[in-house]
């Protein structure tokens, strides 16, 4: 097996940076790879991007909804908008793994892609295949979204709605759109779940269908208004067409102005500490379940610790993660060292 060389991280968060797409290409590939080498590398690279900034750099958006909605043609649809008035922006495109009825096609970043110009410089698309078994979105994806919010102005996450997701991508996402498809049972169902307190802007796509889309975005209005959520942002319903490219203006605004709001209200920086501390308690649990997290003193705590105003959580993360070994190496060690000459007994303890 060829060994991949890894790059040296402070190096390549100076060209990131400078916004050199090939550097961010190779960062998004080293905050992906697990080895041990390469994690270490990739909280050194993080540690290096990271500053006071990153509480406020950018605007991260999520866009989930049922299959086949319109979310990747809304997508496109935004960038077009967003390009035209000279923002530059980043895509991840979460594609579930497993779906047969993509027929082992094209990636849902290359449909994207397809409809938007590749040459553009001001773009920046990747494609994620899913590896999480339980339908949520997968853990590499929030650093990812990080690293690209250091150096472009929207980054968005497309991720299909399956429950999970949407409750992930709301501890990922500064603003979380969920576009509807016009008279299905998904926009039903959803309806009927609590998930529909997590998004703040809804978007009814294919309005050129007429009269089911305006029922359906009715009913997404009369929903949304019952939750009991903030008084002080308003929710919006949109009907677009991305096909026509009707009402994709107004849809962009929302966006702009939510994340207004939650500039002026004081509430980005800490929804972003927030989901600092979300994403390293979930890791951990992740990869060394409750009792694990028990090693590290608890949920509670780690949120805590977290939140005492440790900016870069990677490094936070990676100390976590020692010390739970190091912790599991001394519950797991005999106390007595005769045992290490009966194998057997030792694999009861
Ligand atoms: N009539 C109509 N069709 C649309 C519109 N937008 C998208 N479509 C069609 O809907 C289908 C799904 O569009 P996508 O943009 O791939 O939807 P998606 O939600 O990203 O789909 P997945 O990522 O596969 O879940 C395609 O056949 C599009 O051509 C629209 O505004 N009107
Ligand atoms: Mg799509």
Redesign the pocket.
């Known amino acids: 097996m060829t060994q991949v060389k890894l790059p040296d991280p402070e190096q390549l968060a100076l060209r990131i940076l400078r916004g050199e797409r090939a550097a961010v290409a190779s960062g998004l590939n080293l905050l992906d790879n697990k080895l041990a080498e390469a994690r270490s590398r990739s909280a050194r690279l993080l540690a290096s991007l990271s500053g006071e900034h990153w509480l406020d750099a950018g605007h991260l958006i999520g866009i989930t909804?049922?299959?086949?909605?319109?979310?990747?043609?809304?997508?496109?649809a935004l960038i077009r908008a967003w390009r035209s008035s000279g923002r530059s922006v980043a895509v991840l495109?979460v594609?579930?793994s497993s779906?047969p009825?993509?027929g082992g096609g094209a990636l849902?970043g290359d449909?994207?892609r397809i409809k938007n110009s590749s040459h553009d410089e001001g773009l920046f698309i990747r494609s994620l295949a899913n590896r999480n078994q339980l339908g949520g979105v997968a853990t590499e994806v929030w650093p990812m979204s990080w690293l690209l919010l250091t150096c472009f102005d929207i980054v968005v996450i497309?991720t299909?709605g399956v429950g999970q997701t949407e409750i992930d991508i709301a501890e990922i996402g500064d603003t979380v759109c969920y576009?509807a498809?016009p008279a299905s049972g998904d926009t039903i169902q959803y309806l009927k779940s609590g998930i529909i307190e997590i998004p703040d802007i809804f978007a009814v796509?294919?309005?050129?269908?007429g009269a089911a889309a305006r029922k359906t975005a009715a009913e997404i209005a009369r929903s949304a208004s019952r939750q009991d959520r903030r008084a002080d942002w308003d929710y919006p319903v949109c009907l677009?067409?991305?096909?026509?490219s009707?009402g994709i203006e107004q849809f962009r605004d929302h966006f702009d102005r939510h994340r207004s709001f939650l500039t002026n209200a004081g509430l980005l920086g800490k929804l972003r500490a927030r989901h600092q501390s979300a994403w390293v308690v979930r890791l951990l649990k992740e990869e060394f379940g409750t009792f694990g997290l028990e090693l590290a003193g608890g949920r509670t705590a780690v949120a805590e610790r977290l939140s005492k105003g440790v900016l870069n959580q990677f490094e936070e993360y990676e100390r976590l993660r020692k010390q739970i070994l190091s912790r599991f190496m001394s519950v797991s060690r005999p106390s007595s060292p005769t045992k290490k000459e009966h194998p057997d007994e030792q694999a009861i303890v």
């Open positions: 909804g049922p299959p086949g909605a319109g979310k990747s043609s809304l997508v496109s495109a594609d579930p779906r009825e993509l849902l449909r994207i497309e299909v576009v498809q796509n294919k309005s050129d269908l677009v067409s991305a096909a026509m009707t």
